[in-house]
């Protein structure tokens, strides 16, 4: 069995409808914690020690966010340029997040083909994400492909509510280890180990 800290990261969170479905979809789900980091820190005062503490005792880090801006909202850079320590989490001494697995959890506005590099985004995905994937590496983590929402603004009801209990499956599958990391880490995303 494995533990999954989601880092939450909305800065308008009243009127998002994306999100806000994933967020319910995971609150009934044994051994995922929810750390809502807008909530915890209007002021961006993160409390270190507490974010340290809560990495340590879980074994899956999901940084679960909207794209802005072709990356996260401003409280995750904070988050990690606080948190992420040298000496703690990278560095000749910095051995606390050795072998956790961490993966972005992202909703676009864009749509699917737009990430493509022939796309009117002209990069991909995992491309835009190489800052999360090189930060994991540095810290010794295992970097797991995204679970993404494309193009948010034109999905139907009933489209966001088969992502939320994707998510869902998602989070289940993480805490009782039945994800093969190995497998997981030849995708492009890991909806793809979703598909119902
Ligand atoms: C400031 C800002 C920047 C954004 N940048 C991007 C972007 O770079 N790429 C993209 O596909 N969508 C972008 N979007 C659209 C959001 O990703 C989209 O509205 C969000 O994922 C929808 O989720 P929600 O309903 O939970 O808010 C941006 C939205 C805002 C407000």
Redesign the pocket.
Known sequence: MSSVLILFA?P?LE??????LLLEACQSVDRVTLNDLYQEYPDFDIDVDREQRLLLEHDYILLHH?????SSPAMVKQWEDLVLEHGWAYGREGKALVGKKMLNVM????PRK?YEEVGY?RFTIRQFLAPFDQTAYLCNMIYLPPFVVHG??RLSEPEMHRYASQYKSLLTMLTTDQIDLEDAKTRRYLNELLID
């Open positions: 909305h308008a009127k998002s409808r994306t999100n806000r909207p794209m802005y801006w072709y909703t676009t506005g864009g737009a985004n948010t603004h």
